[in-house]
C-alpha cells in the first residue's frame, strides 16, 4: 500500500475524502429531480447557477446591438476578444515571414502545424499519412474500407460510405416523380 504524507494536519483529512475515499461527506443539489452529488460543498452553489439558472450573475455585453450574456466574467471577456476583437491577446505565428496572427494560442498551434508542418505528429498508413487522426480515418475508410460505417439503402441491396450518397441514390432511383 502506498503510503501519503502532508505538511499540514487538515491536509491528510482531505487527501483520504477524495483521493482515498474515506469519510467522504456528499452534498447534494436540492433542486427536485436533480441527482448532482459532489465531495465539495461550494461546488453546489455553481452547479445551481450553471444548470439551474439560480444565483446566476449575468454579465452582459456592453456594445451596442450585441445581446450576448455569460454566467462567467472570462466568458463574457472572451467573447469581447473573439466577437468585437476588445482587448484582445494576439498571437503571431513563429516561421519566418508568416504575418498570420490569431486571437488563441490554440489557432496558432493549428495554423504552424497545417501551413507550415510545424509539431505534426504525422499519422502513418502505408503509402499515405495525414496530419490529424480524422483525415487517417477518413483515408483508409475510403481507401482500405477500413472503420468503414456502412449506411444501407431502406428500398435495395446498394451500400454507401457517405449519407450524402446514400440520399443522392435514394432520390435518384427511389423517389417517384
Same mark, same amino acid.
Given at each position: 500500500?502506498?503510503?501519503?504524507?502532508?505538511?499540514?494536519?487538515?491536509?491528510?483529512?482531505?487527501?483520504?475524502?477524495?483521493?482515498?475515499?474515506?469519510?467522504?461527506?456528499?452534498?447534494?443539489?436540492?433542486?427536485? %429531480?436533480?441527482?448532482?452529488?459532489?465531495?465539495?460543498? #461550494?461546488?453546489?452553489?455553481?452547479?445551481?447557477?450553471?444548470?439551474?439558472?439560480?444565483?446566476?450573475?449575468?454579465?452582459?455585453?456592453?456594445?451596442?446591438?450585441?445581446?450576448?450574456?455569460?454566467?462567467?466574467?472570462?466568458?463574457?471577456?472572451?467573447?469581447?476578444?473573439?466577437?468585437?476583437?476588445?482587448?484582445?491577446?494576439?498571437?503571431?505565428?513563429?516561421?519566418?515571414?508568416?504575418?498570420?496572427?490569431?486571437?488563441?494560442?490554440? #489557432?496558432?498551434?493549428?495554423?504552424?502545424?497545417?501551413?507550415?508542418?510545424?509539431?505534426?505528429?504525422?499519422?502513418?498508413?502505408?503509402?499515405?499519412?495525414?496530419?490529424?487522426?480524422?483525415?487517417?480515418?477518413?483515408?483508409?475508410? %475510403?481507401?482500405?474500407?477500413?472503420?468503414?460505417?456502412?449506411?444501407?439503402?431502406?428500398?435495395?441491396?446498394?451500400?454507401?460510405?457517405?449519407?450524402?450518397?446514400?440520399?443522392?441514390?435514394?432520390? #435518384? %432511383?427511389?423517389?417517384?416523380?
Amino acid at each position: 500500500m502506498e503510503v501519503c504524507t502532508c505538511r499540514a494536519k487538515g491536509n491528510i483529512k482531505e487527501h483520504r475524502a477524495f483521493v482515498r475515499g474515506i469519510g467522504v461527506t456528499w452534498h447534494v443539489c436540492p433542486e427536485p %429531480n436533480c441527482s448532482y452529488t459532489t465531495k465539495r460543498k #461550494s461546488k453546489i452553489k455553481q452547479h445551481r447557477a450553471d444548470v439551474h439558472g439560480i444565483g446566476v450573475t449575468w454579465h452582459a455585453c456592453t456594445e451596442l446591438g450585441c445581446e450576448y450574456k455569460a454566467k462567467q466574467e472570462s466568458h463574457l471577456k472572451t467573447h469581447r476578444a473573439m466577437m468585437h476583437a476588445i482587448d484582445v491577446l494576439w498571437w503571431f505565428c513563429d516561421y519566418e515571414g508568416c504575418e498570420y496572427r490569431a486571437k488563441s494560442n490554440s #489557432s496558432i498551434t493549428m495554423h504552424e502545424a497545417h501551413k507550415h508542418n510545424i509539431g505534426v505528429q504525422w499519422k502513418q498508413c502505408p503509402g499515405n499519412k495525414a496530419k490529424d487522426s480524422g483525415d487517417l480515418s477518413k483515408h483508409k475508410a %475510403n481507401v482500405h474500407n477500413i472503420g468503414v460505417n456502412w449506411k444501407q439503402c431502406p428500398e435495395c441491396d446498394y451500400k454507401a460510405k457517405q449519407t450524402g450518397h446514400l440520399n443522392l441514390r435514394i432520390k #435518384s %432511383n427511389h423517389v417517384s416523380a
